[in-house]
């Protein structure tokens, strides 16, 4: 064997155990960065529930089925009080939720506006979409809804995804506020869906 070709087989050898030794390495990396993560999430969710008043205005495709739909939605929340306006470009027809002192109230639906103390309810009954107003007012925030939950981070500890409730919510965007607020993002439940796309956030006196 030539001096060149030991000279190439040494190099060799040497880079298959950097390798090696980078692989040993690399798995100890992730697990710090999750629990950073974990821990700007905590500091991030305790920050908005101490700033329970927000608006928004975005557009919105709600599915279920092969049945669908989307529009212009405004959302304005003071704590547990809401109010959900949702309109579609084309067709002219909107609808109104609201909910105040724990009576929700949907307008602009055939046969005239309806009561219940129970909004996402109403809201399946009268229109026939499964959306879950009340952990939704959370997810929209990023924020996790009360109860057990799964969470995953992006490269920035923002979260990628929560699957709580049986529901699944994808974040693909987020905006450069203090906190960051989410600016897109997608949930599902077996075959219903709403996709989100908030073009502003405002805060509520």
Request: include cysteine; aromatic fraction near 6%.
């Amino acid at each position: 064997m030539t001096q060149l070709k030991w000279q190439l087989h040494w190099l060799v050898l040497a880079l298959l155990l950097v390798a090696g030794l980078t692989a040993c390495v690399a798995p100890t990396r992730p697990a710090l960065a999750e629990a950073d993560a974990e821990a700007a999430q905590t500091v991030r969710e305790t920050k908005l529930a101490n700033d329970p008043g927000w608006s928004l205005t975005g557009r919105i495709a709600l599915s279920r089925g092969k049945d669908g739909g989307s529009g212009r939605i405004d959302w304005r929340q003071n704590g547990e009080d809401f109010e959900i306006t949702l309109a579609a470009p084309i067709t002219h027809q909107s609808w109104r939720l609201q909910r105040k002192a724990g009576l929700a109230r949907i307008d602009g639906i055939e046969g005239g506006s309806r009561e219940s103390d129970d909004a996402e309810a109403l809201l399946l009954e009268t229109t026939g979409w499964r959306i879950p107003v009340n952990a939704l007012a959370k997810w929209l925030r990023g924020v996790r809804s009360a109860g057990a939950s799964k969470i995953s981070y992006d490269g920035n500890g923002l979260p990628l995804r929560i699957e709580q409730d049986g529901w699944v919510i994808e974040y693909r965007a987020w905006n450069a506020a203090n906190p960051p607020q989410p600016t897109k993002l997608f949930a599902r439940q077996d075959d219903a869906s709403v996709r989100l796309v908030i073009d502003q956030w405002d805060a509520v006196p």
